[in-house]
């Protein structure tokens, strides 16, 4: 059962731009984590987010996990080409079962 | 570390054959588990390993097997391989299961069946 809708599944923009993903649920969850996935390699975890309303900054990337625990964003700012990848939300199933979106993927423009 | 390493990274299999894709970790983790990933479904899960000697069925079971013997590896067989299998294999693993831990992943394994 896919719990985790990604949105927009993919999104082009120039370097330097800003841009938003979200990864949004009718369930509630007790923590959202993000991936980031190059071409060949596997996913490497960004983030782990816990609390409702929390905002957590990587650098210039930000996460924020919505109030009610059902949605979070990820949010770049001035976009690198080194931003490029498959941006993976994911969250616990239940029964020690992690369930992930089906990605959002960034390419920045040089 | 070499944290986790899949063998192999590429494999060609034609329908009916059997194979046994490979995970290794050297991180002493409890949780082990494998996901595949294919165009437009996202990462989903096939089995996962909460400890030696424990296993269960993920999202996506049928046609796999597993065992978890020890705690370094958690082999993923095919039985009988069917088109339907081709896709990308991931393995990761974790130091213990809960919602906040970090899982660490393989390089993967890109498996055409034909």
């Known amino acids: 059962t896919q719990l985790l809708e990604q949105s927009p599944q993919f999104l082009s923009i120039q370097e330097g731009e800003n841009l938003t993903v979200y990864c949004n649920s009718s369930?509630?969850?007790?923590?959202l984590q993000w991936y980031r996935q190059e071409p060949g390699e596997g996913p490497v975890l960004l983030v782990t987010?816990?609390?409702?309303?929390e905002v957590k900054k990587l650098k210039r990337l930000t996460f924020q996990f919505g109030d009610a625990r059902k949605d979070s964003s990820l949010h770049i700012t001035a976009a690198q080409t080194g931003d490029t990848g498959l941006y993976l939300c994911?969250?616990?199933?239940?029964?020690?079962?992690?369930?992930f979106g089906k990605g959002n993927q960034v390419v920045v423009i040089p | 570390n070499a944290g986790v390493t899949q063998t192999p990274k590429f494999q060609v299999l034609k329908t009916g054959q059997s194979m046994t894709l490979q995970c290794a970790q050297d991180?002493?983790?409890?949780?082990m588990s494998w996901y595949r990933q294919d165009p437009g479904m996202g990462l989903r899960l096939i089995h996962y390993?909460?400890?030696?000697?424990?296993?269960d069925q993920g999202e996506v079971p049928n046609g796999y097997n597993v065992s978890r013997s020890t705690t370094e590896d958690f082999p993923l067989r095919l039985l009988s391989a069917a088109p339907s299998q081709t896709s990308v294999y991931f393995c990761?693993?974790?130091?213990?299961?809960?919602?906040?831990?970090?899982?660490?992943f393989g390089s993967g394994t890109q498996l055409s069946v034909l």
């Open positions: 990761a693993s974790s130091y213990s299961w809960g919602g906040n831990e970090k899982l660490f």
């Open positions: 369930s509630v969850f007790s923590s």
């Open positions: 987010v816990v609390t409702g309303g």
């Open positions: 994911a969250g616990e199933e239940g029964n020690n079962r992690l369930a």
């Open positions: 991180m002493n983790h409890e949780y």
């Open positions: 390993s909460v400890g030696a000697g424990i296993t």
